[in-house]
């Protein structure tokens, strides 16, 4: 079965410095990959996707993320962090039927000034 | 403004009293669902709708039913909450209309709702 593994569980990163967050998959064929955020008191609203084509995906505000086959991961990048990002974030995967997302448990991610 | 609306958005309840939880969408979806949010597990799906009175179960079905009447509205019901269903529950519907999803689809969330079963 699929399965997506945050490993880590609370980062915190200094305004104006980058930040990568961790996603691996476990999922045999192409997956299908969305990273999502959810800030405070919000819904979730979604980042950017992967399908096909172009490994470097970019998103919104100033998000991007790679796929890597080789590595089985799905990596979020921003090049400079802004105290806005303060938020969870989550990466997820579509199932093998195609029908539905399986999310990671999450990643909070604080900005320190 | 294409939104989903949750009412309410904090409930604290009782065990056994029946409760339910709207959901409404002004952007003429097909696709809607709802999930439960649970410290260090994510979001897992309850249930979801392709369509007006076409329902399926997701990953964590127990306790809980919906009903889809109208395209805008997809209610979850808990006939008789336990303190096991605390949790923070989304609804979110999507441009989805096929059984897979695909590269076109964006879902949208809800705010949430908080709800606590004494």
């Known amino acids: 079965a699929q399965s997506v593994t945050q490993p880590d569980i609370h980062i915190t990163v200094s305004e104006g410095a980058s930040l990568e967050l961790r996603c691996n998959y476990s999922?045999?064929?192409?997956?299908?990959l969305f990273w999502y955020v959810q800030s405070p008191g919000q819904g979730l609203q979604l980042l950017l996707k992967?399908?096909?084509?172009?490994?470097l995906v970019q998103g919104i505000k100033g998000f991007e993320a790679e796929f890597k086959r080789s590595q089985s991961s799905f990596n979020l990048r921003k090049p400079s962090v802004h105290w806005s990002d303060a938020a969870e974030y989550f990466c997820?995967?579509?199932?093998?039927?195609?029908?539905?997302?399986?999310f990671g448990k999450g990643t909070t991610l604080s900005v320190s000034s | 403004e294409a939104q989903v609306t949750q009412n309410p958005r904090y409930l604290i309840t009782v065990t056994g009293k029946k409760l339910t939880v709207t959901c409404s969408q002004n952007?003429?979806?097909?696709?809607m669902s709802w999930y439960r949010q649970d410290p260090g597990l994510g979001l897992r799906q309850i249930y979801y709708?392709?369509?007006?009175?076409?329902?399926d179960k997701g990953d964590v079905p127990e306790g809980y039913k919906v009903s889809r009447k109208e395209k805008r509205n997809f209610p979850l019901i808990l006939e008789s909450p336990s303190p096991n269903q605390t949790s923070l529950y989304f609804c979110?519907?999507?441009?989805?209309?096929?059984?897979?999803?695909?590269?076109?689809?964006?879902?949208?969330f809800g705010p949430g709702t908080r709800l606590t079963v004494l």
């Open positions: 999922y045999g064929a192409t997956p299908y």
């Open positions: 979110a519907s999507s441009t989805r209309t096929g059984v897979r999803i695909s590269s076109t689809d964006t879902q949208y």
């Open positions: 952007m003429n979806h097909e696709y």
């Open positions: 709708s392709m369509n007006v009175e076409v329902t």
């Open positions: 997820a995967v579509v199932n093998q039927a195609g029908t539905a997302l399986i």
């Open positions: 992967y399908f096909s084509g172009d490994t």
